[in-house]
């Protein structure tokens, strides 16, 4: 019991009529025995293994990307090509566009974004002169992530 409060016994259930459990803690005060469920789904409009031609690109899906931390980008692919990651506050200006170069020599390519803006979509280009026999493109939207800032360009004193 806290000091000037009289203990109340509760019996919590979920929408559903299930119980609710709860832990006893180190000092004796019990808490709600909830979790947090990492639901990182894959978007399957900004994933693609359809191997692009010479000078051709690949446009995501926009999707709105309220609720998502983080986005992670995969890529494997035999011609060198470059990962555009673009954000939108209003699903029509792509202000924000970060860009990598993925190099086939290196075998792989693997990011996460931190999401800002309100809209996302992935962009692919291969602009090399040699047409891709594979490409294997996953998108990955993240609620909970730790993901490093957009950039670590230093911000000029105002």
């Known amino acids: 019991m806290i000091l000037g409060h009289e203990?109340?016994?509760a019996i919590l259930k979920?929408?559903?009529g299930n119980f609710i459990s709860?832990?006893?803690d180190v000092s004796g005060l019990y808490h709600s025995a909830s979790a947090i469920i990492q639901n990182v789904i894959v978007d399957a409009g900004n994933s693609s293994v359809t191997p692009l031609n010479?000078?051709?690109t690949f446009i995501g899906t926009s999707i709105n990307s309220?609720?998502?931390?983080?986005?992670?980008i995969t890529l494997k692919a035999d011609q060198n090509a470059?990962?555009?990651?673009?954000?939108?506050?209003?699903?029509?200006?792509?202000d924000i566009s970060d860009s990598y170069k993925f190099y086939k020599a290196k075998g792989n390519f693997g990011v996460t974004?931190?999401?800002?803006?309100?809209?996302?979509r992935v962009r692919i280009s291969n602009?090399?002169?040699?047409?891709?026999?594979?490409m294997r493109l996953q998108t990955a939207l993240c609620p909970i992530v730790e993901a490093l800032p957009r950039t670590l360009d230093e911000v000029p004193l105002q």
């Open 7 to 9: 203990s109340v016994n």
């Open 14 to 16: 979920d929408a559903n």
């Open 22 to 24: 709860s832990e006893q």
């Open 54 to 56: 010479s000078g051709d």
């Open 66 to 72: 309220l609720g998502i931390a983080g986005i992670q």
């Open 82 to 94: 470059t990962v555009y990651i673009e954000q939108s506050p209003d699903d029509t200006n792509w």
């Open 113 to 120: 974004v931190q999401a800002v803006a309100s809209y996302l």
């Open 127 to 134: 602009l090399t002169s040699l047409n891709m026999t594979y």
